[in-house]
């Protein structure tokens, strides 16, 4: 499964973004999606997932009430809309997939088997 994010851009702190990660390839199921990101000279760190089955989400502390984590089901569409951005959310943003396997650990990033490319979030202050 290939997965493609976009939205990334530069943004002035407090401002907004909203990042999409759409599929590519053959249809597939999914037990859950996320978001991850990875600042300059940091490992990459969780920031938010959902659950297919019953649209549980999950939060970074850093992000929640903040950031917005939503999909499209028909689409296979993950979305994460950010508002009041910081410059300490600037970072790479991966969207990432668990389509063969699941345990229930959201926030692990061993649960996810596809992962995209990334796309770049630029907040300056």
């Known amino acids: 499964v290939q997965l493609q994010a976009s939205g990334g851009g530069l943004v002035q702190a407090g401002g907004s973004l909203r990042l999409s990660c759409a599929p590519s390839g053959r249809r597939f199921s999914t037990y859950a999606m996320a978001w991850f990101r990875q600042a300059p000279g940091k490992e990459r760190e969780f920031v938010a997932a959902?659950?297919?089955?019953?649209?549980?989400?999950y939060y970074a502390d850093s992000v929640k009430g903040r950031f917005t984590i939503s999909r499209d089901s028909a689409k296979r569409t993950l979305f994460l809309q950010m508002i009041s951005l910081k410059p300490e959310d600037t970072a790479v943003y991966y969207c990432?997939?668990?389509?063969?396997?699941?345990?229930?650990?959201?926030?692990?990033?061993?649960?996810?088997?596809?992962w995209g490319k990334g796309t770049l979030v630029t907040v300056s202050s």
């Open positions: 990432a997939a668990a389509v063969e396997r699941y345990s229930g650990s959201p926030y692990k990033q061993y649960e996810y088997d596809s």
């Open positions: 959902i659950a297919w089955a019953h649209d549980e989400t």
